[in-house]
């Protein structure tokens, strides 16, 4: 079986986030970028699988500058036997619709049997990418996966997946794409063998212009403007017994009328 | 037109629908094209026109299919995909959900649509669609320009204002007929719901949260009952979620949900910038914490310093007597 992950390197969660001044990006420099964590869960969860059927061929890729390596390095690290990296330096200020068309023309001879991605990038926020890649290759997509089992006589996989209020189950048969939410999997580190092997292997290359020659003019959406999110106003710390503090509390969010 | 998806969960109309409509009005007016709600499956009802018009929709675009009573992935795909080839809106409006996220992906891409998920604002500047989004989780705010016709996008729950004093009118009926060929790749097992009001933190208008602070998942309870006392939907930070103090499905956060309650009450919970950035645009915050340093009171609106395990019980009698929970 073909497995290929959608990747993609974004800040870690735990950094703050400083505008440039052309308020239409962030200052990279020193910002501590990793693997997507929704996109971990999604390699993890291919590696299981690749670990409890045998035969089985896992594919990380992205689309990203030469700084993104770091990161198929620790997909490989982790146990992916291939990484691939679509790029051309014109691509500066890249559109999803874009990327989406880029991974999706390098997937359409790859033909993978199962195609994971995360929920979301932890950067744009956007859960598009995988779905149009899906949808480009003719391929079902399931969102928000908690639970996968892969149904080797039906040549399929149920999932479970996160609905407001609560879960549902399907039934898909393969190929099909899949999106991986938090709660899937555990992922594992990458061992020291593992970064030591994974240091050795080389990751294609792909350039995207000669992927997609009019990729530019595929955008289909601008970044106009980055900003930081509005200040919240001074808040009000309340002072006295808890039982005061309570009622004030109490007194004040009615006042509000938000109780 | 611009038009908006509209879909009945639990026999009737979710807030959000009355959210997005509201948002249909508001871009009505720079784009001058009429408002219709797309209801699919069964045939809408006297009822469904006078509640959905008087929330705005001029119109109701009744695609009568059973195929699409409720959610499946690809009748849904097909469905729209179609309804937007002979429609030709020029703004189309989903709900922020699984479903609405998961939908919106595939028939902007399978299109080729402009689109932007996750949205706060819609603004038209001169004839082009200019949508608000929070990225990083919130820690900044990115404004998209749609470079091409239609625009789709999806709008988080309980963050656009509803428009008060709408006329009453009743909208228009129109029954549109759909062509969806069963997809057998794709086979909805079942649902199951969780019944769990505490965990349904999208369309929570309070959410009362849970953080280290709570010292154990034996503490969770006690939090519980705050939080039905008053309604809310209980919440938590990553760290004590992934201790494994309570379920994913409650976290919020860079990495869990992002909420917009009308009222997010913080319960120990320190404030590490993943989780500031999941819940910082609630529209009123409260921080309970022990640690008159701790980051969540940056945040808050009005703050608490004290022992969770005496102020929490307090709260809970008085929120009682209050919302009469």
Not at chain 1, 32 to 47: R, T
Not at chain 1, 165 to 183: D, F, I, M, N, R
Not at chain 2, 50 to 55: D, I, N, Y
Not at chain 2, 79 to 103: D, F, S
Request: proline share 5%; net charge neutral; with cysteine.
């Amino acid at each position: 079986m073909k497995i290929t992950v959608l990747v993609k390197q974004v800040p870690d969660t735990a950094t703050q986030i400083q505008i440039k001044s052309d308020h239409l990006g962030i200052v990279e420099d020193g910002v501590k970028v990793v693997l997507s964590p929704y996109d971990e869960f999604a390699v993890e969860e291919a590696l299981r699988l690749k670990e409890k059927i045998g035969d089985c061929e896992v594919t990380a890729l992205t689309v990203g500058p030469s700084q993104t390596a770091e990161m198929l390095r620790s997909c490989m690290a982790m146990g992916a036997d291939r990484a691939v990296r679509i790029w051309d330096k014109s691509l500066e200020k890249i559109d999803p619709y874009v990327t989406a068309l880029l991974l999706a023309k390098k997937l359409e001879s790859a033909k993978p049997d199962l195609l994971w991605c995360g929920r979301q990038a932890v950067d744009d926020d956007m859960g598009y990418v995988g779905g149009v890649v899906a949808e480009k290759l003719g391929l079902p997509f399931v969102a928000q996966v908690t639970r996968f089992e892969y149904l080797v006589d039906k040549k399929a996989v149920k999932v479970v997946r996160q609905i407001e209020g609560g879960e549902e189950t399907l039934e898909v048969l393969l190929p099909c794409a899949l999106s991986a939410q938090k709660g899937l999997n555990e992922p594992r580190y990458p061992s020291l063998t593992g970064m030591m092997k994974a240091k050795k292997k080389e990751i294609e290359e792909v350039n995207a212009i000669e992927l997609l020659p009019n990729a530019a003019e595929e955008a289909r959406t601008t970044v106009i403007d980055l900003s930081p999110p509005p200040q919240r106003p001074p808040g009000k710390m309340l002072q006295g017994t808890p039982e005061e503090m309570v009622k004030e509390l109490i007194h004040e969010l009615r006042g509000r009328k938000v109780l | 037109m611009i038009l908006v998806l509209a879909e009945k969960r639990d026999g009737k109309f979710p807030r959000v629908t009355q959210e997005l409509l509201s948002e249909a009005i508001r871009a009505k007016r720079g784009l001058n094209v009429p408002v219709a709600a797309l209801v699919p499956g069964k045939a809408v009802e006297e009822a469904d026109a006078e509640l959905l018009g008087s929330w705005g929709a001029e119109k109701i675009l009744n695609a009568v299919n059973p195929a699409v009573e409720r959610y499946h992935p690809e009748s849904h795909k097909q469905m729209l995909i179609e309804i937007i080839r002979t429609q030709k809106p020029a703004l189309i409006l989903m709900a922020g959900t699984t479903y609405g996220r998961e939908l919106a992906s595939v028939v902007s891409g399978s299109l080729g649509i402009a689109y932007a998920n996750d949205c706060i604002e819609l603004q038209i500047q001169n004839g082009k669609v200019v949508a608000t989004r929070p990225v990083y989780a919130g820690k900044a705010r990115a404004k998209i320009e749609a470079r091409t016709s239609p625009f789709m996008a999806t709008f988080r729950p309980n963050m656009c204002k509803v428009e008060e004093n709408l006329a009453k009118q009743k909208a228009a009926v129109d029954k549109i007929s759909v062509t969806i060929s069963e997809d057998k790749r794709v086979s909805v097992l079942g649902v199951q719901a969780s019944g769990d009001l505490l965990a349904n933190l999208a369309d929570a208008r309070i959410i009362v949260s849970g953080g280290r602070g709570l010292q154990g998942p034996e503490n969770f309870p006690m939090l519980a009952e705050l939080a039905k006392s008053m309604g809310a939907a209980l919440g938590a930070s990553r760290m004590v979620v992934d201790a494994g103090w309570i379920e994913h499905k409650h976290q919020v956060g860079q990495t869990g949900r992002t909420v917009t309650p009308d009222l997010y009450i913080a319960c120990g919970i320190s404030g590490a910038i993943q989780h500031l950035a999941g819940m910082s645009s609630a529209k009123c915050i409260v921080a309970i914490n022990k640690d008159p340093e701790a980051p969540i009171f940056k945040v808050a609106d009005y703050g608490i310093v004290g022992d969770l395990f005496e102020i929490i019980p307090i709260l809970t009698r008085e929120m009682r007597t209050v919302v009469g929970g």
